[in-house]
């Protein structure tokens, strides 16, 4: 993984080999709870950044999922499917 910060607080990461959920090339833009310190892991970063500039969450468990994963298995697997592709921008 390669890792840019900037002074601002904006991390990108950027995966070239994919890992165990996107099996593709992707990257995030993620900003920093606190822009001073170095950026060590997820947990350093408050919220990520959509296609479109808005804040997004970080990670399936930071929103609530509206479908059971026993009742609705295929709805379930959608909506957190649509969250973390919102923060993970899969490339070509």
């Given at each position: 993984?390669?890792?840019?910060?900037?002074d601002?607080?904006?991390?990108?990461?950027?995966?070239?080999?994919?890992?165990?959920?996107?099996?593709?090339?992707?990257?995030?833009?993620?900003?920093?709870?606190?822009?001073?310190?170095?950026?060590?892991?997820?947990a350093?970063?408050?919220?990520?950044?959509?296609?479109?500039?808005?804040?997004?969450?970080?990670?399936?468990?930071?929103?609530?999922?509206?479908?059971?994963?026993?009742?609705?298995?295929?709805?379930?697997?959608?909506?957190?499917?649509?969250?973390?592709?919102a923060?993970?921008?899969?490339?070509?």
């Open positions: 993984m390669l890792v840019w910060e900037y601002d607080g904006t991390v990108v990461r950027y995966k070239p080999l994919g890992d165990e959920l996107v099996r593709a090339p992707w990257f995030c833009i993620g900003i920093k709870t606190d822009p001073t310190l170095p950026h060590r892991s997820l350093d970063i408050a919220f990520m950044i959509d296609v479109r500039g808005n804040p997004c969450p970080k990670w399936e468990t930071h929103i609530r999922n509206p479908y059971s994963p026993d009742r609705n298995p295929l709805q379930y697997k959608v909506f957190r499917d649509a969250v973390l592709e923060a993970r921008r899969v490339l070509p």
